[in-house]
């Protein structure tokens, strides 16, 4: 496909980007994408599933509702976007670039997000169960009633980021970095804190039943009675 005109429809277009990903040259679809930047795509419910999209561009596109499940899409674009209600499970999303995409109620079940950047995203209701998430950067999104339940979240960075009825059920966030960050009805039971650093945060009603919770720092953070008495 080397340009688009007005009778190249969105079909026409997803359908090259499959070709391009079941032959291994996503270079291909990139630099027809880089060139063809202002058309604005929509490739909502569609399937995605078990292809090799490493490093594909698929900023600005519409992808509310699609299945990338098994899916190579390590350091892909997809920031500015839509990808709400997707599944996006058991795939490789190392060193991905998410920022400002809405990812609202979408699966990221036992997949593979180190070194990720989620930079001021909408992660609410999203699925990160089982999850690798290495020194992946949650700062400034909001996690609110997301599931990280067995994830492991180390190194990770979530400052200034937003949890609310969020679920750290034995998580593993070893040294991570929540600094600053709004914190409330969140359960971290049985989750090992070792290391984190939750300096200047706001935690209300907040669990940290059977967490471990050692060389955590908590300075100039807001702690309820009751969290207190956990942490210290």
Known sequence: MKSTNTTTTTEEIYNFLIECANSCNIRKWNEWRDANMRIGLNFSRK?????????????????????????NLQAVKLYNSSVTGAILSNANLKEGQFAHTNFSNTSFRNSDLSRAKFFEANLVNADFSSAKLHETNLAKSDLSKSNFYLAD???????KSKMFQTNFNSANLYKADIREASISDVTFANSNMKGVVLCKSSVQDTDFFNANLSDMNTTDTCLSDRELSKIN
Do not use: H, P, R, W
Not at 49 to 71: P, Q, R
Not at 153 to 159: E, F, M, N, P, V
């Open 47 to 71: 399937n995605f599933t078990n292809l090799y999209l490493e490093g594909a561009n698929l900023v600005e596109i519409k992808l509310d509702g699609v299945n990338f499940s098994g899916s």
């Open 153 to 159: 979240l180390t190194k990770a960075q979530l400052g």
